[in-house]
């Protein structure tokens, strides 16, 4: 993990006090609507890796706060 990631990774962990977001908290974190979210999720990219709970079409879908500080590493530009 890059400096970068674990200081996202510090920053989400000590606001959400859990290991994972669920798509409303990812769609505060990356400034996008909640409808994006599925949005993306249904064309296969523009997110971190998720985990879908469950086979229904509407089960919950959970993203890793490791794998979103690491998306967010590679996405966010340091002037």
Request: overall charge positive; proline content about 1%.
């Amino acid at each position: 993990m890059t400096q970068q990631a674990q200081q996202i990774y510090n920053d989400l962990s000590s606001r959400y006090k859990k290991a994972s977001l669920s798509k409303k908290e990812l769609a505060h974190e990356l400034g996008v609507s909640y409808s994006s979210i599925d949005t993306y999720i249904a064309r296969g990219y523009g997110l971190p890796n998720y985990k879908k709970l469950g086979t229904a079409k509407n089960a919950k879908v959970i993203f890793n706060i490791v794998d979103v500080a690491e998306f967010l590493s590679q996405t966010i530009k340091i002037a």
